[in-house]
């Protein structure tokens, strides 16, 4: 059975971080692109970041470049969304998913349930 549990959500105020971590069972996660998406209330589920397989490149949304870093460790089957600088509209679920190739919010084949974050003062 194939499981991503996200953790590290929570309050924080503007300008603070969080480090979001995201552990895969089921898998074997260097063989998949995992990437970070969120959903504000209201909105659609968007993406955040992705990395490719066993160390690839990653890419960021547009609205978190320059603030937000996508890691992984395989060893741990885990990845992780280190996020500085946050701002009210980071504020959403945020959920981890994986697929074999590909990283976008239509086409990922696995979804955790995921972790809240609200930033507000």
């Known amino acids: 059975q194939v499981q991503l549990v996200e953790s590290g959500g929570g309050l924080v105020q503007p300008g603070e971080s969080l480090r979001l971590s995201c552990v895969t069972s089921?898998?074997?996660?260097?063989?998949?692109?995992i990437g970070w998406f969120r959903q504000a209330p209201g909105k659609e589920r968007e993406d955040v970041a992705c990395?490719?397989?066993?160390?690839?490149?990653?890419t960021y949304a547009d609205s978190v470049k320059g603030r937000f870093t996508i890691s992984r460790d395989d060893t741990k089957n885990s990845v992780y969304l280190q996020m500085n600088g946050l701002k009210s509209e980071d504020s959403g679920v945020y959920y981890c998913?994986?697929?074999?190739?590909?990283?976008?919010?239509?086409?990922?084949?696995?979804w955790g349930k995921g972790t809240r974050v609200t930033v507000s003062e």
């Open positions: 998913a994986a697929h074999p190739s590909s990283c976008w919010v239509d086409g990922m084949d696995y």
């Open positions: 089921g898998i074997t996660s260097r063989l998949y692109v």
């Open positions: 990395m490719a397989r066993s160390l690839g490149s990653a």
